[in-house]
């Protein structure tokens, strides 16, 4: 059973520029959630999505958008990349039904020049 | 606002020390703690969870404990060895209100285990 996987591994966008993300959940879950995580700190919560909506976000701006398809895969794009948007990027998925625990990917090394 | 933190922030020991790791919350409405591993520039990989209705989970050498009223859980780590190196971060996830349906996270304890 492959586990939450993401892709690409690693990315070097220009400011100003588009990006998206790809996950892909653990077999058997259904909810994703997308974390951002800057160097030295803890992950924060960007948004969650449930049912192919967007069911809970964080303080994030609109340049963060996202979507879940329905094999339960999602996408996150960030819009006009700032140099502050230089980050690991990590996925989680869970089922609902269970005990909410949350299994993560391997994340994504975004690098904003 | 659930808000978390982590005592302490690095800590060093030779190998073989039993060692304890902090955590402490301050929304006690909380519906599970997990205490996660991660290696440097590397995805988090669960340890432990805890349901609120738990008051301790073990798995191999490592024990965690919750106590939710206090608002607080400890990781201990036995016999600690080089291999057990990393961030760990403990995060919980909370049963209702804003903070419902995410985990919130502590910035980590920085862990070095010396041979």
Redesign the interface.
């Known amino acids: 059973d492959a586990g939450?996987t993401?892709s690409p591994t690693h990315l070097i966008k220009t400011r100003g520029q588009q990006v998206t993300l790809r996950c892909s959940p653990k077999s058997g879950h259904d909810t994703v959630?997308w974390?951002q995580q800057a160097l030295?700190?803890?992950?924060?919560?960007i948004f969650?999505y449930y049912e192919e909506e967007e069911?809970?976000r964080?303080n994030f701006p609109d340049r963060f958008s996202g979507h879940q398809f329905p094999n339960y895969s999602s996408e996150l794009n960030v819009n006009a990349l700032w140099l502050g948007d230089s980050a690991?990027y990590?996925c989680?998925s869970s089922f609902s039904g269970s005990?909410?625990?949350?299994?993560?990917?391997?994340?994504t090394?975004l690098t904003v020049t | 606002k659930q808000e978390v933190t982590q005592i302490p922030a690095a800590l060093s020991v030779p190998e073989g020390e039993n060692l304890v790791l902090n955590c402490s919350f301050t929304d006690s409405a909380i519906y599970n703690l997990q205490w996660f591993r991660q290696d440097p520039g590397k995805g988090l990989t669960s340890l432990l969870l805890i349901q609120s209705s738990q008051r301790e989970q073990t798995s191999g050498r490592l024990n965690a404990s919750l106590d939710k009223s206090s608002g607080r859980s400890t990781l201990y780590i036995a016999a600690s060895q080089p291999g057990d190196s990393a961030t760990y971060l403990c995060a919980v996830f909370n049963a209702g209100g804003t903070s419902y349906g995410k985990l919130t996270f502590g910035q980590g304890t920085i862990l070095t285990v010396h041979p």
Request: net charge positive; proline share 7%; glycine share 18%.
């Open positions: 939450v993401q959630s974390y030295g700190q803890g992950p924060q919560f969650q069911r809970q964080g690991l990590l989680a005990s909410y625990e949350q299994y993560f990917g391997p994340g090394r």
